[in-house]
């Protein structure tokens, strides 16, 4: 596996619950400044709040009516303020409170501090809840409409102090004046006093929402949970996602099993998973090369046996009757049994023929190519020595040659042993097969890239109708794959080529062309000569 790196599973998976945990945290505040801005802005505003007093003041007042109800019976108020959750009520009477919701205030947890003040004539009271928000309702003696104003910046201990020079007088706690001006100075909105019948007379009915604190909490709660939800369906999507790529997986492994062998692998990714379908992919890609490794020795091995069965018949078939009739006495004279026995001596030799190269194809055919002893030679002394060994045995024999052997830079590397089997497979075909009276031409052709050894031979009348198993071809084929070349034949009418091509591993170990090398290939030196 090449060094690259991999982003695990488990990191992947830390890396996504921080993302899913910051995602969440920032959609969380985001919302609440999005809550808050609502709040203040919107369900605040002073329309919205005169609004929901109107519908308030409406339905209490249908609610007095109703139960013919009088200003002081405070059961009755606070059964209809429990109905009407987060509401404070206040009734007056000639600047008297006749009825304030002090059940709901202690509720709450809320403290309420009621102001007089003698030199304007002006009644405050504030309500401070125990999230330190503080309500203003004002009343001024000359009107009947009255001022609130929120601000949530004033504590209780500001609220707990005094200042002699306001010139009020607090009936529980009364804060200092300049802290008073100062600290409610924020958002107001509007509140006003509604006469309403009660059974006794008509009263000044007040009546504050604080329906916002609802909000915020459930709101609060609602964000919450959504930003929750928001976490899990990050990890639930990321788990998913991995799924998928299992699955599919799984489905692309189960078509290589079953449909097709070629199939695809989606290799995507730098995980355990994507290292998982690499290596499938490679297990494969090793099975397909097995099979076709397979296939190939066993149809190699049937066309094998079908081409033999008529070769090794033929001679044994001939050997047997000659044999038959030697034992039998059948013939005339010493001349006739020696014909005989050399007839039977050439099919035997024939027959031994066949099981060398049986024995040599088999043998190729099942070696690795591990097992090969590749070594690194020069090109022309190792190619002059092995072909010159067999060129002048045959000329001895009166075949005659035609040479040409390039002496250009060049360097091979070959098993010597599998060299020995494809030259000594060539030059036994050239032997029985060539037409004497024609020269064979044995060329070696140099290029950056490659040598080619070529042959080419007439073949002769008689062997033109001799049949053969292609057994030597197919081994020198092999052979030839097996040292990274190719062997390749070819029969035009009566004229038989092979070519035999390696890598010229010279040009492979070195950058450019030598200097002997290029000055060899720019004049074309060669070594030409006739055996």
Same mark, same amino acid.
């Given at each position: 596996?090449?060094?690259? &790196?991999? %982003? ?19 959609? !969380? ?10 709040? =203040? ?19 209490? =007042? ?13 059961? =009755? ?11 404070? $009520? ?20 809320? *403290? ?26 004002? %009343? ?5 409409? /009255? ?36 600290? #409610? ?7 006003? &006093? ?9 009263? @000044? ?7 916002? @604190? ?45 449909? @097709? ?5 989606? $290799? ?13 992919? /490679? ?28 070769? $090794? ?17 059948? *013939? ?19 027959? %031994? ?47 005659? !040659? ?34 004497? #009276?024609?020269?064979? @031409? ?11 050894? !070529? ?8 062997? =033109?109708?001799?049949?053969? #198993? ?25 004229? *038989? ?21 290029? #000055? ?12």
């Amino acid at each position: 596996m090449n060094k690259t &790196f991999r %982003r695990t599973l488990k990191v992947k998976m830390f890396i996504v619950v921080v993302l899913g945990l910051l995602t969440a945290v920032i959609s !969380f505040f985001a919302g609440m400044l999005a809550l808050d801005t609502y709040v =203040a802005n919107v369900y605040m505003s002073d329309t919205n709040v005169q609004q929901r007093s109107m519908q308030q003041i409406q339905s209490f =007042a249908a609610y007095v009516n109703s139960h013919s109800m009088k200003a002081s019976d405070s059961r =009755a108020l606070r059964a209809w303020q429990g109905k009407h959750k987060n509401v404070y $009520i206040l009734i007056y009477n000639n600047d008297d409170i006749v009825f304030d919701s002090q059940w709901m205030i202690e509720k709450r947890g809320a *403290y309420k501090y009621v102001i007089t003040n003698s030199a304007t004539g002006e009644m405050v009271i504030l309500i401070q809840d125990n999230q330190g928000t503080i309500r203003k309702i004002r %009343r001024q003696n000359n009107g009947n409409s /009255t001022t609130t104003n929120k601000n949530s910046g004033v504590t209780k201990k500001q609220s707990n102090a005094t200042n002699g020079a306001s010139g009020g007088t607090a009936v529980m706690e009364k804060p200092a004046t300049s802290e008073y001006a100062e600290d #409610t100075g924020g958002q107001e909105a509007d509140y006003d &006093f509604y006469p309403v019948l009660f059974r006794d007379g008509v009263f @000044d009915v007040c009546i504050v929402d604080y329906s916002d @604190d609802t909000l915020k909490e459930v709101g609060r709660v609602a964000i919450f949970v959504l930003c929750s939800m928001l976490f899990i369906g990050i990890i639930i999507y990321y788990f998913g996602r991995e799924i998928r790529r299992l699955r599919k997986l799984t489905n692309q492994v189960m078509d290589i099993k079953n449909v @097709d062998i070629n199939g695809p692998i989606t $290799i995507k990714g730098q995980d355990e998973i994507c290292l998982l379908a690499e290596n499938i992919d /490679t297990m494969r890609a090793t099975i397909i090369e097995q099979l076709s490794r397979e296939k190939e020795a066993w149809q190699a091995n049937s066309d094998l046996v079908t081409a033999m069965a008529h070769d $090794i018949r033929t001679p044994l078939t001939v050997m047997a009757g000659y044999l038959e009739l030697m034992k039998n006495k059948e *013939y005339s004279s010493q001349e006739e049994l020696d014909e005989y026995i050399r007839i039977s001596s050439e099919k035997a030799e024939q027959l %031994r023929m066949m099981s060398d190269k049986m024995f040599r194809y088999f043998y190729v055919y099942s070696k690795s190519s591990d097992e090969l002893n590749m070594e690194t030679f020069q090109a022309g002394p190792f190619l002059n020595q092995m072909l010159g060994e067999y060129m002048v045995l045959l000329g001895e024999n009166g075949y005659q !040659f035609n040479v040409d052997i390039s002496d250009r830079e060049a360097e091979i590397s070959v098993d010597v042993q599998g060299m020995k089997r494809i030259t000594d497979n060539v030059f036994t075909n050239i032997r029985k097969y060539s037409d004497k #009276t024609k020269p064979i @031409d044995v060329r070696v052709y140099v290029d950056v890239r490659r040598v080619r050894i !070529f042959f080419r031979n007439y073949i002769s009348a008689e062997s =033109a109708r001799a049949e053969s #198993t292609h057994i030597g071809t197919l081994t020198c084929q092999k052979m030839a794959e097996e040292m990274n070349g190719s062997f390749v034949t070819c029969r035009k009418g009566k004229i *038989y080529e092979a070519t035999l091509t390696l890598p010229n591993v010279f040009y492979d170990d070195n950058v450019g062309v030598p200097t002997q090398g290029l #000055t060899a290939i720019l004049s074309g030196g060669g070594h030409h000569g006739s055996v």
